[in-house]
Each structure stands twice: as C-alpha cells, then as structure tokens.
C-alpha cells in the first residue's frame, strides 16, 4: 500500500524505492503487480481506481482497505488465486 501511495503523490520509481529503502527494480515489480491486480494499464489510472473505490486519501487506513478488497475483488473476477 505505500508503493500506491506514493503513485498517488506522484514519485517517481528511484524516488518510492530510496523512500523505502529497498531498490528500483523491487518497486517496478510492485508497481506492475498492482496494475494487474486493478487490471489497468498506467499508474495515474490505478491511482483513479483506488480513489473511485471511495479512497481519497489512498495513505489512510481504511482506504487501505478498501483498495485491498478491490484488488481482492478484481482478482476474483480475472480468474487469478490472489
């Protein structure tokens, strides 16, 4: 959730991954994997889902949620076991 998170701030890979600590590549694993999982093909359309899902501040807890069963949901519809 903080790799979305900083998406919807919009920081760039080396930015999320010095933020985090952990390197460039391990952030575009993530940033593809939650494009497959809310099944949208940029960063600026999965920050647009996650606020649809009733989120406008992606950082909160309960918008963690929220886009935690959406991804949940849109995993289901898509045949995949996440």
């Known amino acids: 959730m903080e790799v979305l998170g900083s998406l919807a701030s919009g920081k760039?890979?080396?930015?999320?991954?010095?933020?985090?600590?952990?390197?460039?590549g391990t952030i575009k694993y993530h940033v593809k994997s939650i494009l497959r999982k809310l099944d949208v093909i940029g960063r600026a359309e999965a920050v647009a889902?996650?606020?649809?899902?009733?989120?406008?501040?992606?950082?909160?807890?309960?918008?963690?949620?929220?886009?935690?069963?959406?991804?949940?949901?849109?995993?289901?519809?898509?045949g995949c076991a996440y």
Do not use: D, F, H, M
Request: charged share 35%; glycine share 10%.
């Open 12 to 24: 760039r890979n080396k930015e999320i991954g010095r933020a985090l600590e952990i390197s460039e």
């Open 49 to 78: 889902v996650a606020s649809a899902a009733g989120n406008p501040r992606i950082s909160s807890q309960s918008g963690r949620r929220r886009i935690r069963s959406l991804v949940e949901y849109r995993g289901k519809t898509r």
